[in-house]
């Protein structure tokens, strides 16, 4: 992982106006990952989306850590099971054109 995909969370939270005690939160819950490089915490470029999405649900729609963790979970589970819906159509694929 290079330097360049790495955000400082400070620089992001002051960005988005939110409290380094929210990232710390979300760390906490397993809903995002955090860097640790010479005492400074960062944030994969990658997680962006995520934690986006994340905090669109609790400023706008107002919904609490515990609620977004559950929802985070069910996109991922439901994420898994269309990617497997869709290598099962590919097999199927396969055996219809025979």
Not at 12 to 34: M, R, V
Not at 52 to 76: A, D, S
């Amino acid at each position: 992982m290079t330097k360049n995909n790495l955000i400082p969370v400070i620089e992001f939270c002051n960005n988005h106006e939110i409290e380094f005690s929210f990232i710390d939160s979300l760390h906490e819950f397993g809903l995002i990952e955090t860097i640790i490089e010479q005492d400074t915490i960062f944030l994969n470029s990658e997680e962006l989306p995520k934690l986006e999405q994340i905090l669109l649900f609790n400023k706008e729609l107002e919904i609490n850590l515990e609620g977004i963790e559950v929802i985070i979970r069910l996109l991922e589970r439901v994420q898994k099971i269309q990617h497997e819906m869709n290598i099962l159509k590919n097999r199927l694929g396969l055996y219809e054109s025979l």
